[in-house]
């Protein structure tokens, strides 16, 4: 059985709903890259190093990372031996193949949040101010109560004009209790009201926004330590994730942001926002490879529901819907 017809029986074992947000999320990277792939596999008649070299091209202008890339060639390249391919169009079904393969040879595959069988789960989102680190936190709380978890959100981003009533907004709209304080006070006294009301409310999800201002990084960082440690006073083990919200429009911008705060905090996960807004979507394979920190999160789309769980399958697919379609 061909690889296409695999990942096909594969994503048609999920709902038909996530295989088409996927598909629709991913319309423009798929329109770019595999339109340009399409292009060098019309243009060649056999696999050489001139294949290659363009192919290399493709990848890095996609935001797959110099470093992944050259994996990825070097792969391909011994795959192609190994197989002995010489038509471009079997290129196509390998690239895919190597592409799910390197994301989850990157470490542990399993994009599912952590959250705790029994007592309170707590969350941190962190990320820079402009990224949708609020809206995302908004679109999770709608994810977890429809999955019919009790959610409290705390607002602890004090610091930037707007940012408590943006919160306060999606509680609102999704019907999720919002724990402030005024402007300008203490990040880390707000978290501590938050998880006692979380604890006196018996809720399930804590989900806390943090400040994002990378221009005083120092200051942010100590921040965000002080936040931490009060959470851990107050739930032992917590939080059990710390979510890195990274703008996907970016691109390698959002690296160097991952970069940064992988350093000072520890993030156990990536929430990818705006991956329909880029032509460059190769950038989860960048952070996954080179930061080791797997991608939990998508944002593809507008709608409160466009918040999904990242799947590799499904994102190969969302790369290569036409060709997985007309596989027969």
């Known amino acids: 059985m061909s690889f296409f017809k695999k990942l096909k029986e594969k994503i048609t074992s999920q709902t038909d709903t996530v295989t088409e947000k996927f598909k629709d999320g991913l319309s423009k990277t798929r329109d770019n890259f595999s339109g340009k792939v399409n292009d060098l596999v019309a243009r060649y008649r056999k696999v050489d190093e001139d294949f290659f070299e363009e192919l290399e091209e493709i990848l890095i202008q996609a935001d797959v990372g110099f470093d992944t890339v050259m994996t990825l060639v070097e792969e391909l390249k011994m795959e192609v031996k190994r197989k002995n391919i010489q038509d471009p169009k079997e290129v196509h079904a390998v690239i895919s193949e190597k592409l799910i393969d390197i994301y989850e040879r990157a470490g542990e595959s399993s994009a599912d949040l952590n959250i705790q069988d029994e007592g309170l789960t707590v969350m941190l989102f962190v990320g820079v101010n402009g990224v949708g680190k609020t809206t995302t936190i908004g679109k999770l709380a709608h994810k977890l109560k429809g999955e019919g978890k009790k959610v409290i959100l705390a607002a602890g981003d004090t610091f ?94 959002a690296m160097v942001q991952a970069k940064t705060f992988k350093e000072a905090t520890n993030v156990t996960g990536i929430v990818l926002t705006k991956l329909d807004g880029t032509a460059k979507g190769g950038i989860v394979l960048a952070i996954r490879n080179e930061l080791e920190i797997p991608v939990k999160l998508v944002g593809l789309g507008e709608k409160m529901d466009d918040l999904q769980t990242f799947n590799a399958e499904q994102y190969v697919y969302g790369l290569f819907a036409e060709m997985v379609e007309a596989e027969e």
């Open 160 to 253: 930037r004009a707007g940012a408590i009533e943006q919160l306060e907004v999606w509680g609102e709209r999704v019907g999720v209790e919002v724990i402030k304080q005024g402007a300008g006070s203490d990040p880390a006294a707000v978290m501590f009201d938050a998880v006692q009301a979380a604890k006196s409310r018996k809720a399930d999800v804590l989900i806390c926004d943090t400040a994002g201002r990378l221009q005083n990084k120092v200051n942010l960082m100590k921040e965000l330590e002080k936040v931490k440690r009060v959470i851990e006073r107050e739930v032992p083990g917590a939080p059990h994730e710390v979510l890195l919200a990274l703008d996907a429009t970016t691109g390698q911008n």
